[in-house]
């Protein structure tokens, strides 16, 4: 079967770095992404990675191994508006994306 | 400009009654997909439509189906509605190329009495 994992709460103080870890299980990959999705809103996309490596984009890092079927994304300076859940998703063979059941970061001041 | 949008965002109605919900998009993307996330807030794709053409259809009952009357358009129709289809249900749309970004609709939760 199809598996995403995701640690279910993470708590983080404001300014300080947080990672959130993510592993798959997949038949096929086609890249792994990462939502941000605060309570009653939509998800929004945060970042892509298909490639192996660190990927840097302002605050927010992503970092892929495939060969290990593991991600995380990496917070920097947390701001109390960083308090969201992060969503992790694969995207199949099938090109279908499995999401993970998201990881929910609360930033204390 | 919303760039997604969905109608209406809260739906309450009572078992057994048929509901729709809408989905436009404005940002002239080929595929729309609806997704059902529900109280331990997985996201589970329902379907998907690609110019018009139903490309993915997951293990959803029958009594749930999708109409896209043109390609800026995926709404969700539900018939003899159940008390497990309380959820939100989001409206996405990506551009072409399979693994682009897939921007959401602003959710519609649905509350079956």
């Known amino acids: 079967g199809q598996n995403i994992d995701q640690p279910t709460e993470m708590t983080a103080t404001e300014g300080a770095i947080v990672q959130i870890n993510c592993t798959y299980q997949t038949s096929g990959f086609n890249g792994l992404f990462w939502y941000q999705q605060h309570a009653g809103e939509a998800p929004t996309f945060l970042s892509y990675n298909v490639l192996d490596g660190l990927e840097e984009k302002g605050r927010f890092s992503s970092f892929l191994s495939r060969s290990k079927g593991y991600s995380y994304i990496l917070l920097k300076e947390l701001q109390m508006k960083d308090s969201a859940s992060y969503l992790c998703?694969?995207?199949?063979?099938?090109?279908?994306?499995?999401w993970g059941a998201g990881t929910k970061l609360i930033i204390k001041p | 400009d919303t760039a997604v949008s969905q109608t209406p965002k809260y739906l309450v109605t009572q078992m057994g009654n048929d509901k729709s919900i809408k989905c436009e998009q404005n940002l002239g993307h080929d595929t729309m997909y609806w997704y059902k996330q529900d109280s331990k807030k997985f996201l589970k794709i329902m379907f998907s439509?690609?110019?018009?053409?139903?490309?993915i259809n997951e293990t959803v009952p029958n009594r749930f189906s999708p109409k896209s009357p043109d390609k800026a358009h995926l709404n969700l129709h539900i018939n003899s509605l159940e008390l497990g289809d309380s959820a939100v249900y989001f409206c996405?749309?990506?551009?072409?190329?399979?693994?682009?970004?897939?921007?959401f609709g602003p959710g519609t939760r649905l509350t079956v009495l």
């Open positions: 996405a749309s990506s551009p072409p190329g399979v693994t682009d970004t897939q921007y």
């Open positions: 439509y690609n110019n018009k053409e139903l490309i």
């Open positions: 998703a694969v995207m199949d063979s099938n090109y279908q994306l499995i």
